[in-house]
């Protein structure tokens, strides 16, 4: 700025340090050497000098050493007394010296020679404050105190050498007026201080002075290692920008992020810890007398009071961030405005001491110190907005953990009728753990946005108005506009966002059902019947879609119209209103600002009044639900569980007490001993036998009549105690009522102290408890529903009892399990799903039973376990489980049961009618008293027996069930294997899998995978917009980009105008009215012009992107249905239903919704970063060289956040499954928990899925902070290059004031898009997995619907005869496997009945497959009246042909769409096949007889009646040939009969191909085939085979007798 005196060689140092003009007073010592004020600054070198050179050797060589060889681990990590309050104070020191600085160079700016003592000493003062910080650090990590002196005498001598400079100023008259005078003050103070927190330190820790120094350990959790979230622990620096994040993020490139890597929650983020305050918070409100708070207000006064505090905080960084956002406009203002000052020439400033002293505002009113502040600003606000937002995160998740415990909580003491009488279901309660706790934390995460926006908005108002006067106001008014359409449009948006799913809910009901019968649908050639109802659904749905993206657009076309619209009128008016308006840059650019940063309270406006709303409404049924009943607290066991190692000792102890029992050992049961003595006659049973006595007991469910009524019962310690009676007469009602689960109106429960084991420990337990009612212990409780865990069978059986491999195998052994476990990939080790989706009915009781048998407890409820099981495995498990195992351990048993064979087995029976006991007693006692009941039951048992001989052996449901569960598993590991390819990216090639280099190799290519964007799913998202909407959207956001650069070029060409204006007026020194004046109309034209074409480009873009969107869904879709429908089998049998059903659901919905409106803010925020890097360079190019550096940053952090990001998302999503599932469970096994006094269990596990759900969530959070931080910083680098850049220019190469504000402006912009690029990238790369999935499945090969004849050359009733010539037939299931049949040759004549059997896997079913060509035949032929099926179309083929399977499929719909689909068949022909199907007099009886609805799968009907629909719709059909595929499997006896007459009356004339199940079905056919691995072993007609000597088919009629 002006030229500088450069000194010679020959000048010394030390004249260059305090300046060498000639006659300088810099060395006048004459008043003394501390009057001189060169001296002073050099005095102040003295500690920084000292703190070097001491700190650096230690810090160099001893940590440095040390760091090489040993990372210091967190877990010696400890915080020094004033630990935060020291970095703040640096922080602080740092920037009061970076100013101190500053102001040195700017004085000195005004000299003819370099005065190094203005800047240096405050310079060295920069580099100790950071030592000293770096050092502190260090011993803290390693906790060594002692080193701390060296700080402490910095300090001293810092402190005092300023407090004499601050003195001498004092002194000389130097006031508050020069800057430097305040520096100084600030600095004696900012030592003064850190000086009293070095003292503080050693009172504290009594590290010198005191004779023995304080222990002090590191917290718990970094004591534990699991520990791995560090956040809470690190120091301040790292706090703010998720430094120790770090080494986390790089590694997530090494090896996926999973559970282990992420370690456990630090112990004040546990959910018991938050719920613990939550429930004090709770507890506080209570009042001792009056009525106890109830309703919402409730709930919110607690949740203030337990996290209300990191809320404020939250809240205050936010303010805080908000108002250093405005110094982005202000500093922009100043900067233009000091450089569009017409001369740049500045008053000389004081000169005291012999020094320059300058005033803060000729300092503020240097453009360079401006752009640094504005630096610094920014860099403040962004780590203040982070901090924010993490600490409203932090606290909605800690919160959300309290609040799922405290529902869990409340879930467990939930009284059993309020779910029994449907006050609340399954689903509710699960959605007030899924959507409302979730409702309550985004709550809190944009809480802060409640109170930042009303400050956001005035002061930005204020400063507006500051800036133009009235016309800032108007536009204000513009922008204000938006907050209310921006409401409506969200209104809008949630409505058809619920029709939506309401369509796309019936859509997946719709596809689910398809795909479970596609066999059927092929076999009967309808699946395009129902894949054009699917289309149908999809269309109303797509139609909802539509108004969902017409308001998504209209929402986006107003956030980025109404600025471009605000600005436009502002300036419009501005101009209008004086004719002497000051449209200078300065004005323009800063107002430019303050426009975008009103936009964005607004805009987030509509979505916080959302979230406030769903919040009170969630709260609102929180609160209903907490105040719902709760079981009678009577039965609140004052005992605390016994560990599994007690319950382990009974075991051992048991068979002692069974030998020191009293009673006689019971003669054997399998005599059929009515007359053998009961041991305890009635009225022997004194009260040391009774277990559990109830005594006039009235029991209800509601508070309506009682459903037990009068109820006197006792059950005997030890004995079986049988309950029958009818259904519905209050069974299982008397067990929940003894295990306390009923509301007890009247009478009295008495439960003896838990027999003879438990007697001792638990006497001293209940010492205290009234001796009239005892406290019952756990009991083995298995319901009459069964209910499973989502875990392995063993773990379900077990159920969380250590595992003693000699009983547990003798109770698979009593339940017959061990068939079932052999069945299961992985045995017992299996996951059995939710709900034991994978098991049959008998599997499941199987397994409830053996879980009731496996556990110790003394007393075993058995709620009718015979209910589903045939009569073998209920006679099996009745003498080896319960009359053996639980007789042997002589434990108290109570069955309910219908079985009344096995009533002489009990010792003592209860007999109920109606909700009353009719008697009870032994079975003598009844026989005695109840004759005509005793009768009754004889003739029951009599009849059950017959039944027993009837059953053929071992050929039964028990079989069928495990071959369906074999299927099941089949599909499972599909899932499987799948799940675990797309976690690797890919499957691996088979070549790889050879050798361990190549395997190394493979996982590093798969890790390669995750890093790289799916670029081809990309492509095939935007190549199904088509040709007309791709080059619209690329085109329209290009244009618009463009656009939003013109009008702000436009802006800056025009105020540098006015500015020029300005100046030429003051040179010919004319006044505005001789017209020397700009005129503004034709500047202000061209402005309106390109913001109304700006506007209309905001609303073409916004709609192009979601008509694509909307395109691209409709495409997808409607190519994904065509392709499953036409699929081949093979396809469905190895891949899971759920896998195909999730490209449906889930993904479906993201490339409905989610991609769309990512996809708008990816091409936006880039367009938005690129334009702008695009204006700066334009501006400044000497930016493009730093802009190298900067991008390659931007490359790698956006690099490593991706895959971090990927890993964290569905580590978030796969940890929230069980803690949803975890609560259903708990919800539906309720009474069998509580039975087993499990709960404390049970909460224990909650609070393990909560934390492994919070802590992934948090680290997500963190891992977002981590990268916003850093993008902002660069962004804030971006600012201070391009502001600095675009100075200088302008000072010396004389660029445009306009050009200065514009690149200004942009900078700023790209520091608030930055981070918004990649967060969008990380979106965008997670959802477009979807469409990489749905395009995987878009790949599988089609059926040959084709044939070579076409459907007009078939004749139209062929096959008319049903002549079937077989010949040297081969099928295989896939060319890649091997053949099923090989060389069939068999001739079957029309009409003729044809049996086919063979042991399972010998052919059969793929025998009828091939009639369909649902296999691959590739060898030999089929002649079906004389036409080869290959030749003809499959849709044709498979039309022509009937089948009955042997699982019946139904659907759901009227019956009449169900016998016949096409709608061909008029009623008196469907009336004729339900009457030779038997059903005509069911269905007459249903409302609305043919259209009488069948819920989905007619689960309204039976197993039978369903299999029977199945017969009477292929008579329907009415073609010669039906092929029966194992139809009577599934069916009881009965059915079967009436099946069989049926076929041979009905079809008499037509060719039946029956696939045996049971080998008598097929006596009477007039031909037997007799299959063995895909070959004909026997081929004649029954009676032939039957009278051969060794056939097979002899030896199978023979074992079926």
Not at 556 to 568: K, Q, R, S, T, Y
Request: net charge neutral.
């Amino acid at each position: 700025m002006i030229s500088r005196y450069r000194p010679t060689p020959s000048s010394t140092m030390s004249l260059s340090f305090c300046g060498n003009e000639n006659n300088s007073a810099a060395y006048n010592v004459d008043h003394g050497v501390l009057n001189n004020g060169c001296f002073l600054d050099a005095l102040t070198v003295v500690p920084h000098v000292f703190l070097l050179f001491i700190t650096f050797p230690i810090l160099f060589i001893g940590w440095g050493s040390q760091s090489s060889k040993v990372h210091i681990h967190h877990s010696t990590w400890l915080h020094f007394p004033g630990h935060s309050l020291r970095w703040v104070l640096t922080f602080i020191l740092l920037f009061v010296l970076v100013c101190e600085i500053a102001e040195g160079i700017v004085s000195d700016g005004f000299t003819q020679s370099l005065h190094l003592h203005l800047y240096m000493p405050a310079s060295l003062a920069f580099m100790a404050a950071i030592t000293s910080i770096v050092y502190y650090h260090n011993i803290e990590t390693s906790n060594f105190p002692k080193l701390l002196l060296t700080l402490l005498i910095y300090w001293v001598l810092a402190f005092i050498t300023k407090t004499i400079k601050f003195a001498k100023y004092t002194e000389h008259g130097i006031g508050p007026r020069q800057l430097r005078f305040c520096l100084t003050g600030l600095l004696v103070l900012l030592y003064g201080l850190l000086l009293a927190l070095e003292i503080n330190v050693i009172l504290g820790r009594r590290y010198m002075c005191f004779a023995h120094p304080t222990e002090v350990k590191p917290p718990e959790d970094l004591q534990d290692l699991g520990v791995r979230f560090l956040q809470p622990f690190v120091n301040l620096l790292s706090k703010g920008t998720y430094w120790w994040m770090n080494t986390f993020i790089t590694a997530a490139h090494r090896r996926p992020i999973d559970l282990k890597v992420i370690g456990k929650l630090p112990i004040a983020m546990r959910a018991l810890t938050n719920y613990m305050k939550l429930r004090k918070a709770f507890e506080a409100q209570k009042r001792p007398d009056g009525p106890q708070p109830q309703g919402p207000q409730w709930i919110w006064r607690a949740l203030r009071q337990a996290f209300g505090k990191p809320l404020i905080l939250s809240i205050t960084f936010r303010f805080l961030a908000d108002l250093l956002g405005f110094a982005g406009p202000l500093c922009i203002s100043g900067i233009v405005h000091h450089i569009s000052k017409e001369n740049h020439s500045i008053q000389p400033p004081a000169q005291l001491l012999g020094v320059y002293f300058i005033s803060s505002q000729e300092f503020l009113a240097n453009a360079y110190v401006l752009a640094v502040l504005l630096f610094f600003a920014l860099l403040l606000q962004r780590t203040f907005l982070q901090a924010s937002y993490y600490a409203a995160i932090q606290t909605g998740i800690n919160l959300r953990g309290a609040m799922q415990t405290k529902v869990y909580n409340k879930i467990m003491r939930l009284c059993t009728s309020n779910m029994s009488m449907g006050e609340m279901t399954v689903g509710q309660i699960c959605n007030l753990v899924a959507i409302d706790t979730n409702q309550l934390m985004w709550f809190f995460f944009l809480c802060p946005n409640l109170w930042a926006m009303p400050v956001q908005i005035i002061v930005g108002v204020i400063l507006l108005y500051y800036l133009l006067g009235i016309s800032a106001l108007i536009g204000a008014t513009v922008i204000a506009f938006l907050a209310p359409v921006q409401y409506f449009v969200a209104t809008k948006l949630s409505k058809a966002q619920k029709s939506t799913l309401e369509y796309s809910s019936e859509r997946l009901k719709k596809t689910n059902e398809l795909l479970r019968g596609i066999k059927l649908l092929k076999l009967y050639a309808w699946e395009h019947i129902f894949c054009s109802s699917v289309e149908e659904t999809r269309e109303k749905e797509l139609t909802s879609l539509k108004a969902f993206a017409l308001y998504t657009s209209i929402s986006i076309f107003m956030n980025a119209a109404i600025p471009i619209a605000a600005v436009l009128t502002t300036f419009v008016v501005h101009v209008h209103l004086s004719d002497d308006a000051d449209l200078s840059p300065a004005v323009a650019f800063a107002s430019l600002s303050l426009f975008h940063i009103l936009v964005t309270p607004l805009f987030l406006l509509s979505s916080v009044v959302r979230s406030t709303v769903k919040a009170l409404v969630s709260v609102q049924k929180l609160s209903e639900f907490f105040s719902s009943d709760e079981i009678g607290e009577e039965q609140e066991p004052k005992a605390t569980i016994p560990t599994s190692s007690s319950n382990h000792s009974h075991y051992q102890a048991l068979p002692l007490k069974v030998v020191n029992r009293k009673c006689p050992v019971r003669e054997d049961w399998n005599n059929f001993g009515l007359q053998s003595e009961p041991h305890v006659e009635a009225a022997t049973l004194d009260s040391e036998e009774i277990c559990i006595k109830i005594t006039n007991g009235y029991f209800s469910w509601t508070d309506g009549a009682p459903t037990l009524s009068n109820v006197d019962i006792k059950i005997p310690i030890g004995q079986l105690t049988m309950i029958v009676g009818q259904v519905g007469c209050g069974k299982s009602s008397l067990l929940l009522a003894a295990l306390g689960e009923m509301q007890r109106m009247s009478g009295a429960v008495t439960w003896n102290s838990i027999s003879k084991l438990d007697s001792e420990i638990h006497e001293s337990l209940d010492s205290s408890a009234d001796d009239e009612i005892r406290k019952r212990g756990a009991v083995a409780y298995a319901s009459q529903k069964p209910w499973l865990l989502n875990t392995s069978v063993v773990e379900n059986i077990t159920f969380e009892m250590p595992l003693i491999k000699q009983r547990y195998k003798t109770v698979i052994e009593a339940c017959s399990l061990q068939p079932d476990i052999d069945i299961l990939p992985q045995g017992d080790q299996t996951e059995i799903g939710e709900r034991g989706i994978i098991l049959s009915g008998g599997q499941k009781q199987r397994i409830s039973v053996a879980r009731a048998l496996y556990q110790t407890t003394n007393v075993v409820f058995l709620d009718d376990p015979f209910s589903a099981l045939d009569i073998h495995l209920s006679d099996h498990l009745m003498q080896e489980g319960i009359l053996k195992l639980l007789r042997e351990e002589k434990r108290t048993v109570v069955l309910v049961t219908h079985k009344l064979q096995y009533l002489p087995h009990a010792d003592w029976i209860i007999a109920m009618k109606d909700g009353t006991i009719q008697t009870e007693g032994t079975l003598k006692d009844i026989q005695n008293s109840e004759p005509e009941l005793f009768e009754q039951w004889k003739a029951l048992m009599h009849r059950q027996d017959k039944e027993f001989q009837k059953e053929t052996v071992a050929e039964n449901t028990t079989i069928l069930e495990r071959k369906n569960l074999r299927r099941a598993m089949y599909s499972r590991e599909a899932l499987k294997t799948e799940e675990e390819e797309e976690a690797l990216g890919t499957a691996l090639t088979p070549e790889a899998v050879g050798g361990r280099a190549t395997a190394e190799d493979s996982l590093a290519q798969a890790l390669r995978r995750r890093a790289t964007i799916p670029w081809r799913s990309c492509c095939r998202y935007l190549s199904s917009a088509g040709l007309l909407l791709l080059p619209l959207l690329l085109l329209s956001q290009l244009l618009k980009h463009s656009l939003m650069v013109a009008i702000d070029v436009w802006l800056a060409h025009w105020t540098s105008d006015v500015i020029r204006a300005k100046i030429d007026a003051a040179r010919h020194n004319c006044t505005l009215v001789q017209g020397c004046a700009l005129s503004h109309s034709s500047y202000l034209l061209v402005f309106s012009v390109l913001c109304c074409l700006g506007i209309a480009l905001c609303l073409v873009t916004s709609v192009a992107v979601e008509w694509t969107g909307l395109h691209v869904a409709r495409e997808l879709h409607h190519d994904m249905l065509q392709n499953i429908i036409l699929a081949p089998m093979r396809l469905f049998e190895t891949t899971p239903l759920g896998s195909i059903l999730n490209r449906f659901s889930a993904d479906t919905n993201t490339v409905d919704q989610h991609i769309p409106a990512t996809l708008e803010c990816l091409i936006r925020s880039t367009l938005l970063c690129v334009s702008a890097l695009g204006v700066i360079s334009y501006v400044t190019p000497v930016f493009l060289i730093t802009l190298v550096p900067l991008a390659i940053a931007c490359y790698f952090i956006q690099k490593y956040f991706r895959v971090a990001s990927k890993d964290l998302q569905q580590l978030e999503d796969s940890t929230q499954l069980p803690l949803l599932s975890h609560f259903s469970e708990t919800v539906e096994g309720l009474t069998t928990i509580r039975a087993f006094r499990y709960e404390a269990r049970f909460r224990q596990r909650l609070l393990e899925f909560t934390d492994a759900n919070n802590v992934a969530s948090l680290f997500l959070t963190a891992a977002n902070r981590w990268l916003e931080v850093r993008m902002e910083y660069i962004g804030a680098c971006i600012v201070l290059i391009a502001a600095v850049a675009s100075i200088t220019n302008s000072l010396y190469n004389h660029l445009s004031t306009g050009l200065v504000g514009l690149g200004l402006t942009y900078a700023l912009m790209v520091s608030n898009y930055l981070n918004w690029m990649v967060r969008n990238l990380a979106d965008m790369e997670v959802q477009l997995a979807a469409v990489k999935r749905i395009n995987s499945l878009l790949k599988t090969e089609p059926e040959n619907y084709e044939g070579l004849l076409s459907a007009s050359q078939v004749p139209e009733g062929w096959p008319q005869r049903g002549e079937i010539q077989i010949q040297n037939l081969s099928v295989r299931y896939d060319s890649s496997l091997k053949p099923v049949l090989k060389h069939v040759n068999a001739h079957i004549q029309p009409g003729q009945k044809v049996g086919i059997c063979g042991r399972t896997g010998s052919g059969k079913s793929s025998f009828s497959l091939a009639f369909f060509r649902m296999v691959d035949a590739f060898e030999g032929r089929i002649v079906i009246d004389d036409i080869d099926i290959a030749k003809l179309p499959l849709q044709t083929l498979r039309s022509r042909f009937s089948i009955i399977l042997q699982d019946p499929i139904l659907f759901s719909g009227t019956i009449r769409f169900n016998l016949d689909p096409e709608m061909k068949a008029t009623d008196s022909m469907l009336w004729e096949a339900l009457e030779i199907a038997q059903l005509k007099p069911v269905v007459k009886t249903l409302p609305g007889g043919l259209d009488a609805i069948l819920t989905e799968g007619g689960e309204n009907f039976s197993q039978g009646q369903r299999q029977l629909f199945c017969l009477a719709r292929a008579f329907v059909r009415k073609s010669s040939i039906l092929i029966m595929d194992e139809a009577t499997a599934s069916i009881d006896m009965a059915t079967e009969s009436i099946l069989q007459k049926v076929v041979m009356t009905a079809f008499a004339d037509r060719t039946v191909v029956t696939i045996a199940h049971r080998v008598h079905t097929i006596l009477n056919a007039d031909v037997v085939i007799v299959m063995k691995r895909g070959v004909i072993l026997e081929y004649d007609r029954p009676e032939v085979l039957l009278s051969t000597q060794d056939s097979v088919f002899a030896s199978f009629v023979q074992a079926d007798k």
